[in-house]
């Protein structure tokens, strides 16, 4: 959003959600790159909220978009909505996100924030390119395996949106993940047995970097985050278990 929204774009608009930002997986992080990426998080939210404030009557939510990346690679700890990042580059991107998306709520707007995880879906996501490549027999894990997934159906994506934008006890912050995350060693085999195909070709995690750059790194953070908040909410979630959303996109 390369400027403040016109007044007119929010008449009668009573709730907003906030899904604006480059695409953090596609192309190296260059300077550039990494510049892209928060101008069009942080600076485009900024944007909108000039435009909320200019309106006459505000909406009155905003629910805004973050990113299980705020907590960084945190091995295997169980890491709730309160977890603190590690202060690596998404840590900070995600931090200063979500600080935008807050001030919002010095002009009555209320905001909650969500923090998606791994989505699966069949239109876009982590999905389809996992598919290409166990459909290629290709799949395997990373490494060992041992990394932590924080996966979410997209259905479940959507459900928390509209639970956060209806719900006026919704005003935090809330992770957009499964209740049950996994090791990549169960992702992977799960992946496999809907597929029909083996994993049998495991990716040593240093080819990621050589493929991807900074963002192959990240690609293999371990990440075991638990919805305590989402839960908190009532939000009854239709996949908990990974091996159900696989089979509904297989």
Not at 14 to 24: K, P, T
Not at 47 to 67: C, F, N, Q, Y
Not at 123 to 140: D, E, N, S, V
Request: glycine share 12%.
């Amino acid at each position: 959003m390369s400027g403040r929204l016109p007044a007119e774009a929010l008449a009668g608009v009573d709730g907003i959600v906030n899904l604006a930002g480059d695409n953090i997986a596609k192309g190296r992080w260059t300077k550039a790159k990494k510049r892209r990426l928060r101008e069009s998080r942080v600076l485009g939210t900024r944007h909108l909220i000039e435009g909320i404030r200019a309106a006459d009557p505000k909406p009155k939510v905003l629910v805004s978009t973050s990113a299980i990346g705020f907590y960084g690679d945190q091995e295997h700890r169980a890491l709730h909505e309160g977890a603190p990042n590690e202060g690596d580059f998404l840590g900070e991107l995600c931090q200063a996100w979500e600080h935008e998306a807050i001030t919002a709520r010095a002009d009555g707007v209320r905001v909650p924030i969500v923090r998606i995880g791994i989505v699966l879906g069949k239109g876009g996501g982590a999905y389809p390119p996992l598919r290409r490549i166990f459909k290629m027999f290709a799949g395997g894990p990373i490494g060992l395996g041992k990394a932590w997934m924080s996966w979410v159906h997209l259905d479940d994506v959507v459900g928390i949106f509209l639970r956060c934008l209806d719900d006026e006890n919704a005003r935090d912050i809330y992770n957009a993940t499964a209740p049950n995350p996994v090791p990549n060693s169960k992702f992977t085999a799960e992946m496999a047995r809907t597929l029909r195909r083996p994993a049998i070709a495991p990716v040593p995690p240093f080819m990621l970097r050589v493929m991807l750059g900074e963002f192959g790194k990240h690609a293999n953070d371990s990440q075991k985050v638990m919805p305590l908040r989402t839960i908190g909410l009532g939000y009854e979630y239709k996949y908990s278990e990974v091996g159900a959303a696989l089979e509904s996109l297989a």
